[in-house]
Every structure is written in C-alpha cells, then in structure tokens.
C-alpha cells in the first residue's frame, strides 16, 4: 500500500509540473500568435507584460568617456537598447559664408550586430533617417554655439564628427541616440592648439603647457559650453491608450509612433510623428509632451550624475 501510495503520489507531482511548463508554453505560444491580444489584455491593468507601467521608461545609465581615443565619448542604455557615441575633433578651414564658426557632422550607424532584422552588407533603411533627425534637433535646439568651434576666424575652425554606433536595437533607437549624442557632447574635452612657425595649427599635449617654447596657444577653453540640451521621449499610440518609451516589440505590433523634442528650458524643439493608423488628437499630444517633461527631468539627473562621477575620479 505504501509504494502504491509513493508511486501515486510521484505521478502527482510530475503531472502537476508538467502541467505548469505545459501552461507557460501556451502563454508563450498565444504571444508568439496573438502579440496585439496578447498585450491588448495587459493594457486593460495598464501594464506591460512586465508589469512596467505605460507611461514608465526602462532604466537608463550613461557611462562617459568609454572611449579613449576619441575627444568625447559616452556609452547610453535605455532598457536593452543599446548606443557608444563618439567625437573627434580635427581643424579645417571654415566657409567663406560662416569664417568664425565650426561644424558638425553626425553619422548614425546600425551595424548586423544590433539586430537580426539587420543583413551584412545592406544597411538599415531607418539609419539616415535617424541621422537626419539628430542632426535636425541638435542644431535647431541651439545646444551648439558653432562660434564656439572657431580656433582663427577665416583660417581654422574645429569640424567635430560624431558617430553613433547602435550595439543592440530594443526600441526607442532615437531616444537613446540622442542622449548618447549630448552625452558625449558634454564629455566632449576641447585639445589646446598653437600655431606653428609654418602657420598650421597643431595640438598641444597637456605634458608640454609647462614647456615656455611652445607657442602661444590660439584656444583657452577645453570644455564645450552646451545651451538648451534637448532631451526626447517615444510614444506608442495604440486606442487610447499611451506606452512610453516603447522596447522592440512594442514597436512592430502597435505601429503609431510620436516622439517629443523638448530642450532643458522646456522649450517644444520637435515633435515628430512617421505616420500608423492612430490619429494624434490634440489632447494626445499635450499628454506625451508632459510625459516628456517628466523624462527630461529624470534624464537630466542621470547626466549630471555621470558627470559628477567622472570629476570625482
């Protein structure tokens, strides 16, 4: 009777675990089938599958500086999403039309590494539209004081070049492109120059300032002033419902998409809206741009942790 009652009791207990995996295969397979059902019912506890809530961002860190050789660097992950931004710096010789100012170049890269949906050897269709929106924001927030960049008015100037490489693509890829974007903006050290006797303009090591034959410098400032830092937010529209700061999947099963620009005197920069079925009413938009404002606040307390962290070290 004992090993009847042993043996009943074991097939109890195996049948009740598989009966577990056997019911998270079917969530797993109703989401995998039914992804819009799916998160049509978690939307109803305006939750996500993950129990963030709808007008929550993922955790964000900024890491400046992770790139030695360049002049300016951060690395910047939203969620799982993924951006190393970096600048480098080097003297040309400005336009006739602006003599006394610098300019910028930004390039936006996705390599087969930040997602499946990317094949070797064909680049991603969003990445230049994402490079024109950065390069859109950042000079109409007036972050920049190209004048800033000038080194010899007519003669030098400093063409800073930013690239932005996508390390893994988990949704919101403009958010956290532009934040690695000012973050290495903010990292950004400025090389001390001198005019040579040839008339060229060369850097100066920091070891050789001591140095009383080195010429005189031509810049005084190593640190990039930054005005009105724009800050932005992603927003999935889906019936009335809003889901900040959106991951991945998000993105391909609830296509109407709006993304708030706003600078840190909370100053509307942009709105930009790719299109979907969902019409953005006023009243909409209004509430993405105070979800913005609250993102702003929460990004700009990270930035300025990062870099009270780096002066620390």
């Known amino acids: 009777m004992a090993a009847s009652s042993t043996s009943g009791s074991g097939r109890d207990i195996g049948g009740s675990g598989g009966g577990l995996a056997a019911g998270e295969m079917e969530v797993e397979a109703y989401r995998r089938l039914f992804p819009l059902p799916f998160y049509e019912r978690h939307l109803l506890d305006s939750v996500r599958p993950d129990a963030r809530p709808l007008h929550r961002a993922r955790d964000t860190s900024i890491a400046l500086g992770p790139v030695a050789s360049a002049d300016g660097s951060a690395l910047v992950k939203i969620g799982d999403t993924t951006m190393l ?125 001591e140095d009383k034959s080195t010429p005189e410098l031509v810049n005084k400032e190593r640190k990039l002033l930054l005005h009105s830092i724009p800050f932005s937010l992603t927003c999935i529209l889906h019936k009335k419902y809003i889901l900040a700061d959106p991951t991945a999947e998000e993105e391909s099963i609830m296509e109407t998409s709006i993304t708030v620009v706003l600078d840190s005197s909370e100053r509307l920069v942009s709105i930009y809206k790719p299109g979907g079925s969902v019409l953005a009413h006023t009243s909409t938009v209004k509430d993405c741009i105070v979800l913005t404002k609250h993102r702003m606040k929460e990004l700009q307390n990270i930035l300025e942790d990062s870099l009270s962290a780096m002066e620390v070290v």
């Open 85 to 209: 931004a970096a600048i480098k710096l080097e003297v040309m010789t400005p336009s006739a039309d602006a003599p006394d100012e610098g300019s910028l170049a930004i390039e936006f890269h996705m390599p087969p590494i930040c997602s499946p949906i990317v094949r070797p050897g064909r680049p991603a269709e969003v990445a230049p539209v994402i490079s024109k929106q950065l390069s859109d924001v950042i000079v109409s927030s007036g972050m920049i004081n190209l004048k800033e960049l000038s080194l010899i008015s007519g003669k030098a100037a400093w063409m800073a070049y930013l690239d932005i490489y996508c390390l893994n693509a988990d949704g919101s890829l403009f958010d956290a492109a532009l934040l690695s974007a000012i973050s290495s903006f903010s990292h950004l050290q400025i090389p001390l120059v001198s005019l040579s006797d040839d008339g060229r303009v060369v850097a100066v090591p920091g070891d050789l300032l």
